[in-house]
């Protein structure tokens, strides 16, 4: 079983700076890849950024590219996500993900709140 902790999130101003941690998915983690989703209020849930565990291979959704940066430690078992120069549209929670083998993200975390304000 993968256990997934999400922590960092926050209240900031537009063009700030948070740092997301999530305490998973362990240092003996199989799966293909762990990412990044977020949630904002009346919108589906949606892609951020992911990371393959073991290559490091990043890929990021349009919208946050050049502004976000997912890292992982996998010593720690952990995953991060830096987001600089936040935009009120970033106002969302956000989930720590990690897949299966197959990359089929089926453990999440149980989110945290971020809130840009302009």
């Known amino acids: 079983q993968v256990s997934l902790a999400e922590s960092g999130g926050g209240l900031v101003q537009a063009g700030g700076s948070l740092r997301l941690s999530c305490a998973g998915p362990g240092r003996t983690f199989s799966g293909y890849a762990v990412g990044w989703f977020r949630r904002a209020p009346g919108k589906e849930r949606e892609f951020v950024a992911s990371?393959?565990?073991?290559?490091?291979?990043?890929y990021y959704a349009d919208s946050v590219k050049g502004r976000f940066t997912i890292s992982r430690q996998t010593a720690l078992g952990a995953l991060y996500l830096q987001m600089d120069s936040l935009k009120p549209e970033d106002t969302a929670v956000y989930y720590c993900?990690?897949?299966?083998?197959?990359?089929?993200?089926?453990?999440w975390g149980q989110g945290t709140q971020v809130t840009v304000s302009s």
């Open positions: 990371i393959r565990w073991r290559g490091g291979d990043t």
């Open positions: 993900a990690a897949s299966d083998v197959k990359g089929h993200y089926n453990y």
